[in-house]
Nanobody
Framework: QVQLVESGGGLVQAGGSLRLSCAAS????????MGWYRQAPGKQRDLVAA???????NYAASVEGRFTISRDDAKNTVYLQMNSLKPEDTAVYYC????????????WGQGTQVTVSS
């Protein structure tokens, strides 16, 4: 079993930055995919950024060039560095682990709220 703990959300002005953290524990050797998702009120939950065990990354078009996903294997933690934040980035952000993008090892956690004021 894999457990995840998300942290790092908050309130920031447009143009500001935040860094989200997702700490994994448990059967972490089975993880080959880590993704950050977000859900704004009244909208569906979408993948924002992902990183594989090999280090490959991909991003949603709306955050490309502003957000960076990275990982620290020594700390079993994945980060989402968010720069040049916009009000439309306001959402609850979730991380999720899996063998790949479609085979998840975890459910949805409590998420962390990111609010960007204009």
């Amino acid at each position: 079993q894999v457990q995840l703990v998300e942290s790092g959300g908050g309130l920031v002005q447009a143009g500001g930055s935040l860094r989200l953290s997702c700490a994994a524990s448990g059967s972490i050797l089975s993880i080959n995919f880590m993704g950050w998702y977000r859900q704004a009120p009244g909208k569906q939950r979408d993948l924002v950024a992902a990183i594989t065990g090999a280090g490959s990354t991909n991003y949603a078009a709306s955050v490309e060039g502003r957000f960076t996903i990275s990982r620290d294997d020594a700390k079993n933690t994945v980060y989402l560095q968010m720069n040049s934040l916009k009000p439309e980035d306001t959402a609850v952000y979730y991380c999720r682990a899996g063998r790949n993008q479609f085979q998840f090892l975890t459910g949805w956690g409590q998420g962390t709220q990111v609010t960007v004021s204009s």
